[in-house]
Nanobody, 118 residues
Framework: QVQLVESGGGLVQPGGSVRLSCAASGIIFTIYTVRWYRQAPGKQRELVAGSTINGDTNYADSVKGRFTISRDNAKSTVYLQMNSLKPEDTAVYYC????????????WGQGTQVTVSS
């Protein structure tokens, strides 16, 4: 059974930092592109950051220079380090893993809430 379990969300003040984690099980993590998405109330889900199996990364313009995605293949875990947080970063953050060679093998975590507020 495939599981993606996010953790690390919570309430943080503007300008603060938080690190999200997403632990995967039931998949060969090294062949999966992993991405973080977020969805704010009343808005569509949007891509925040991604990491390919080769370690290439990409970011939404709104988070470049503030967020960093990284992966630890030995732990089957992907992280999202979020710095200089703004109220507009408030959202539910979701982890996604997609098999590079079989795109129909696409999995989501349950989401973790990040609220940026003073």
């Amino acid at each position: 059974q495939v599981q993606l379990v996010e953790s690390g969300g919570g309430l943080v003040q503007p300008g603060g930092s938080v690190r999200l984690s997403c632990a995967a099980s039931g998949i060969i993590f090294t062949i999966y592109t992993v991405r973080w998405y977020r969805q704010a109330p009343g808005k569509q889900r949007e891509l925040v950051a991604g990491s390919t199996i080769n370690g290439d990364t990409n970011y939404a313009d709104s988070v470049k220079g503030r967020f960093t995605i990284s992966r630890d293949n030995a732990k089957s875990t992907v992280y999202l380090q979020m710095n200089s947080l703004k109220p507009e970063d408030t959202a539910v953050y979701y982890c996604n893993a997609r098999n590079t060679y079989a795109s129909q093998r696409d999995y989501w975590g349950q989401g973790t809430q990040v609220t940026v507020s003073s």
